[in-house]
């Protein structure tokens, strides 16, 4: 890693742990402060199991591997918000509910969010490959445009709330950043410049805004929404 990566992935780290210490605090154990913790053990879980992940997946097609990663990230991390927020909330696990209602919920979230999350990973695949990213610019650009384009609209009525984006972006993390270390060493990206911190975000954001658009009109004509 490099320096200037440690330093500003070091005060990345430094808001993110008192803006969980603060959320922790206030909300205490509810339901959206448990998928948080949960998510972030599985990220943790992710990092200190990089090197057997590498090692495990070195024959793997880079492209294969980030879109396969990416995606099964997506559903744990999904899976994580049965509790709290799912794509209906029609389907949220409750307590009390029993295994067979969980795992039809899980799967219905599931056929509507993965489809998704695969067209957002190709997504973010065409900018790895075309910009230059440090580690960090990596961590901060695209996370902050799959948080803005999960909710945009949040932050557009409450935008005081930005404060505490790593509360929020620690989900996308754990979808995409073990997946991009493993397939980072056979990139070949040939362009860098400004573009790179403005064009994919606003894409991913978009594609955001049109997967969730279809998601939303589906569950609606279905009756889940």
């Known amino acids: 890693?490099?320096?200037?990566?440690?330093?500003?992935?070091?005060?990345?780290?430094?808001?993110?742990?008192?803006?969980?210490?603060?959320?922790?605090?206030?909300?205490?154990?509810?339901?959206?402060?448990?998928?948080?913790?949960?998510?972030?053990?599985?990220?943790?879980?992710?990092?200190?199991?990089?090197?057997l992940l590498k090692k495990a997946f070195k024959n793997i097609r880079p492209q294969v591997l980030?879109?396969?990663?990416?995606?099964?990230?997506?559903?744990?991390?999904?899976?994580?918000?049965?509790i709290s927020k799912p794509v209906f909330d029609s389907v949220r696990i409750t307590a009390g509910m029993g295994i067979g209602q969980m795992a039809r919920n899980l799967l219905i979230d599931l056929v509507f969010t993965v489809p998704a999350y695969i067209v957002i990973f190709l997504v973010i695949w065409f900018f790895m490959n075309r910009y230059q990213y440090k580690l960090w610019q990596y961590l901060l650009f695209i996370g902050l445009g799959q948080a803005l384009g999960d909710g945009g609209f949040y932050f557009i009525a409450a935008p005081?709330?930005?404060?505490?984006?790593?509360y929020i972006m620690v989900n996308y993390h754990a979808m995409n950043f073990v997946p991009y270390l493993l397939a980072k060493g056979s990139l070949k990206p040939k362009k860098s410049g400004w573009a790179?911190?403005?064009?994919?975000?606003?894409?991913i954001i978009i594609t955001y805004l049109i997967m969730?658009?279809?998601?939303?009109?589906?569950?609606?004509?279905t009756g889940l929404k």
């Open 1 to 51: 890693m490099e320096k200037q990566d440690k330093v500003i992935i070091s005060i990345y780290a430094v808001w993110s742990v008192l803006v969980f210490a603060l959320t922790f605090a206030v909300k205490r154990l509810d339901a959206d402060n448990v998928t948080h913790i949960l998510i972030i053990i599985f990220f943790f879980a992710q990092l200190a199991s990089y090197p």
């Open 66 to 82: 980030f879109l396969v990663m990416g995606v099964f990230c997506a559903a744990v991390v999904e899976g994580t918000y049965m």
């Open 160 to 166: 005081f709330m930005l404060v505490f984006l790593p």
């Open 196 to 203: 790179k911190y403005v064009l994919p975000p606003v894409a």
């Open 212 to 221: 969730g658009g279809a998601i939303h009109l589906i569950g609606v004509l």
